[in-house]
Nanobody, 125 residues
Framework: QVQLVDSGGGLVQAEGSLRLSCAAS????????MAWFRQAPGKEREFVAG???????RYADSVKGRFTISRDNAKNTVYLQMNSLKPEDTAVYYC???????????????????WGQGTQVTVSS
């Protein structure tokens, strides 16, 4: 496991933008698969975006074309650029890491062994 610290959330109007950051501890960050999940009140935690060590990315259909996940291995940091935000994007966003190297489904939260504390994103209409 590694320590993950999420940041960058806040209150934004619809159609606005935010960039989330997740800083990770450890010396082997470049080998981790990283992802962002989100959880709205009363709903289950859901996959948003993921990025493999090869930098191959995957997105939930609901955010495709609006969100971009990226990583900076020199800074041990993963980012989520969120554009054209909608009120339905309101949630707590969590960074997650798979550090074990065995990943069956990048979209399945059970495949991640480390989690950030979460950062609140609120989009007003």
């Amino acid at each position: 496991q590694v320590q993950l610290v999420d940041s960058g959330g806040g209150l934004v109007q619809a159609e606005g933008s935010l960039r989330l950051s997740c800083a990770a501890s450890g010396h082997t960050f470049s080998t981790y698969t990283m992802a962002w999940f989100r959880q709205a009140p009363g709903k289950e935690r859901e996959f948003v975006a993921g990025i493999r060590l090869t930098s191959i990315t995957r997105y939930a259909d609901s955010v495709k074309g609006r969100f971009t996940i990226s990583r900076d291995n020199a800074k041990n940091t993963v980012y989520l650029q969120m554009n054209s935000l909608k009120p339905e994007d309101t949630a707590v966003y969590y960074c997650a890491a798979n550090t074990q190297g065995i990943l069956s489904n990048i979209r399945d939260l059970r495949d991640y062994d480390s989690w950030g504390q979460g950062t609140q994103v609120t989009v007003s209409s």
